[in-house]
């Protein structure tokens, strides 16, 4: 006997519970699931920079572990699930996704930030229905997530330490257990409780009742009830023919007659009242809701960086709206609302005393950190934002838009767009720069370059790259070649370095003029701006300078092969059709170009940031 009968559906299944967790476990058996646990291997390692949201991620980690526990015992077991349940709980806070500490003190720095604030829970879930067919696995995949908010009290030094000791934090998301000692902590929760726990039993219950029993078209076109879990006899005869019963349906049906005989407000509101009991909703378009007004975040986040909002606050006490408005020559009630929705964003704290700068803003989106992303910004507010309008066109067209924008021809794409002033050129400069800036480390470490003793980064801009390639490789004398115009902008960009007696510039065009001779040359971010037909000619340009056993590193955002999922990659391709004659391209895409220039031993690193980097090797003739 169970209390949620749709549950029952499930009882005549093979389910599997693809989580190691005891708390997942006790959950969905004490609400009468039967089920076996095979615990997933499926190394919780995506990307966590390339969701856009922290449940996207969660959603996304919860459907890996029960894809990887699907396949692996369809392989190894003749006989395949029929369903399995896959979860991934985080805990979110200022913008950061804390997953299990990895020590004591992971422990104690996840709990300190958790202190005296509220948070977020998130568990994603994935059911995937399996079926074999022709020994091929099957797979059906439903997913959803839960969000709790959790606030918890004030923590002393002492309680945290006592607490950490107790090692309850370690297999824990955000390093505490609500059900048990934790719940010390906690001063409010707001939403489902079980969720926190690790497991948002209800939604599981109501998306199992989307499953098993879709609404039929005409109830849909009807008035229908939010949130709410129907009874399975409502819908009993409609899907599923193991169900047990039309008994209950009639039941329901009687209610109904009832009701309109007895003739309280008409009949047909009887009807009405009656179809409501027997309808359901189509799913909420959260993530829908989010992508039609996501351009609007995007401005709130561009506009504070423009005001020098995260500047005014970097390191600072929290200052009142009214002191922001009149710093940066506001209006108050505007502020006030920018202000409002950058901490809704995670971008600024918000407590009595004001806003502050959350770390990542410090980090990121003030102007003159290390990391700065203020460049990017500036460059997509001022630029990408006026061409994304002329979207339409670029898409009818298949070009970029810079003619629209600036009212005239363009011959020379940099010359006349991008570089077109001084100031256009130096708000170029710092966007490359902050975007290269942010995964230069990873590109020069990607792989061992020490074999070379002199590269040439072609197109290499404000040097940026050549400065992380110079401090891994000490023995390597790196050389930035670039437009005259960008040189002379340059030294702007290079602090005073020891490792500066390793970086020279050149001056040229790297379509016209000859390359400075280099065992290894890079090209990072300039095949994506180029046609085919140019890309051809820049490679021949350099397999011509290459002698063999030459390398040449591309860093470039790389699609996957199928175009389907590498969704930062797809979104700046788009953003390359708007903006320039290139687009993004995958691996096999870069291979088959390299392969046709005469380098081979392409080796592929997915840095899993904004870049990825592909090393090859120039072969004789
Ligand atoms: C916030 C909170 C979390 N948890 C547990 O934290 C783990 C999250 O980690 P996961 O990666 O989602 O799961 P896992 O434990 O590694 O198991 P698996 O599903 O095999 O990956 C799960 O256990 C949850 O219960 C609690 O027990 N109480 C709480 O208050």
Known sequence: ???????????????????????????????????????????????????????????????????????????KDLRTPDVVIGADTIVTVGGLILEKP?????????????????????????????????HQLDTRVSEFYEET??????????????????????????????????????????GDFLNVVGFPLNHFCKQLVKLYYPPRPEDLRRRVKHN????????????????????????????????????????????????????????FPTRLLELIDGFML????????????????????????????????????????????CAAMGLLEKTEQGYSNTETANLYLASDGEYSLHGIIMHKNDLTWNLFTYLEFAIREGTHQHHRLLGKKVEDLFQDAYYQSPETRLRFMRAMHSMVKLTACQVATAFDLSRFSSACDVGGCTGALARELAREYPRMQVTVFDLPDIIELAAHFQPARPQAAQIHFAAGDFFRDPLPSAELYVLCRILH?????????LLSRVAESCKPGAGLLLV?????????????????????LVQTEGRERSPGEYQCLLELHGFHQVQVVHLGGVLDAILATKVAP
């Open 149 to 190: 908010k959790v606030k918890f009290s004030e923590l002393s030094e002492e309680l945290l330490w006592e607490y950490i000791h107790s090692g309850e934090p370690m297999d824990k998301a955000g390093g505490y257990g609500i059900q048990a000692l934790g719940g010390m902590l906690v001063e409010s929760v707001h």
């Open 298 to 341: 995007s401005k709130a986040l561009f506009t504070a960086c423009k005001l020098k909002v995260f500047d005014l606050l970097k390191d600072e006490a929290p200052q009142k709206a009214a002191d922001i408005a009149s710093k940066v020559d506001t209006s108050v009630c505007g502020m006030e609302r920018l202000l409002n929705i």
């Open 228 to 283: 709410s879990i129907p009874a399975v006899d409502t819908f009993e005869d409609l899907s599923d023919v193991e169900g047990s019963g039309s008994e209950p349906a009639q039941r329901d049906t009687g209610s109904c007659d009832e009701k309109a005989q007895a003739g309280e407000a008409g009949q047909a509101a009887a009807e009405a009242e009656c179809h409501r009991t027997q309808e359901t909703l189509p799913p």
């Open 556 to 576: 470039e955002m790389l699609l996957d092969e199928e175009k389907r999922v590498a969704q930062r990659a797809l979104m700046q391709s788009l953003d390359m």
């Open 529 to 537: 701006d180029w046609p085919d037909d140019k890309v051809h000619k």
């Open 102 to 134: 990895v020590d004591k003190q992971d422990a104690y720095r996840m709990l300190s930030r958790l202190s005296g604030r509220e948070h977020s829970v998130f568990t994603g879930v994935a059911i995937v229905h399996c079926s074999s067919k022709e």
């Open 1 to 75: 006997m169970v209390l949620c009968p749709v549950i029952g559906k499930l009882l005549h299944k093979r389910v599997v519970l693809a989580s190691a967790s005891p708390r997942r476990q006790e959950i969905l058996s004490n609400a009468g699931l039967r089920f076996e646990v095979v615990p997933s291997k499926f190394k919780e390692k995506l990307d966590k920079a390339s969701f856009a949201t922290p449940y996207g991620y969660a959603m996304e980690t919860a459907k890996q572990k029960a894809l990887e526990v699907a396949n692996r015992m369809h392989q």
